[in-house]
Nanobody, 116 residues
Framework: VQLQESGPGLVKPSQTLSLICTVS??????????WSWIRQPPGKGLEWMGV???????YISPSLKSRTSIWRDTSKNQFTLQLSSVTPEDTAVYYC?????????WGQGAQVTVSS
């Protein structure tokens, strides 16, 4: 399974950040696959943001729930992260990730900078 993030590298404060993860080598509807978004701000550790599973069910980190949406497009084999009302503190490398039965697959990461 290969994952590739795409989206704008620069977002203005108060705007909405949208990133797409395109999956190849497997279907996002395959049983027991869990598709997550994870970010790493500069100088900090990884922060798990949320997940959409093989059935389309989602779970968002409580700390981000009010600003975050995740959905999927099965026809394109993609899943999308949307983060609203961004601030400079949302500057990070954003990763999409797949997990199944203890195995993990990662995208290469997408740098997103929030700045005016």
């Amino acid at each position: 399974v290969q994952l590739q993030e795409s989206g704008p590298g620069l977002v203005k404060p108060s705007q909405t950040l949208s990133l797409i993860c395109t999956v190849s080598g497997g279907s996002i509807t395959t049983n027991y696959y869990y598709w997550s978004w994870i970010r790493q701000p500069p100088g900090k550790g990884l922060e798990w943001m949320g997940v959409i599973d093989y059935s389309g069910s989602t779970y968002i980190s409580p700390s981000l729930k009010s600003r975050t949406s995740i959905w999927r497009d099965t026809s394109k084999n993609q899943f999308t992260l949307q983060l609203s009302s961004v601030t400079p503190e949302d500057t990070a490398v954003y990763y999409c990730n797949a997990e199944t039965r203890g195995r993990y697959y990662w995208g290469q990461g997408a740098q997103v900078t929030v700045s005016s």
